[in-house]
């Protein structure tokens, strides 16, 4: 076993926030979520350069998305249920509007929009966009609901200027 297999993701890591804040409960304030996101980008943009910065972004949201997937979702059901039970458990967790807007199951490929988007919405426009742990997200799910590796760009995103984050998802060749 490698000597860092200690710090590897579990989902008992979110803990058991019943218990832990009886008072506070489970939700906390968007801006406090956004605070660490981006300090932490700073952060690593500026040890590593923006680049690899987003694909550790990118890479955290794919795992994310795995676990995800095997925790909060029934990989195991037709594909229009499973894009179902995401869209209400995003809804539900508050992470966004996700609408599906094209579904092509031949070609595995796909086009995800997220409205009100958790990381990206009403922040400044930048031009550029900054959902890479987004991107990931929908890679990690859709890896293991089909079984096979994706690759998901952010094409639209609020700091491009536009009002919905729109994501394409295609196999990876
Ligand atoms: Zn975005």
Redesign the pocket.
Known sequence: MLSDDKYSFRWSDIGDISLGRSNLGNTTNVAVYRLMQYTMRSVLNSRFGSELASEMFYESGKLAGQEFCKNRLNCNQPFNQFLAQLQEQMHTLNIGILRIEKIDLENMNFVLAVAE?L??SGLPITNE???DY?EGFFAGLLGVYTNKDFEVK?VD???KGDRV?RFTANLKV
Do not use: A, G, K
């Open positions: 988007d990381d990206c966009t900054v959902c987004d952010e995103c609020w700091s984050c």
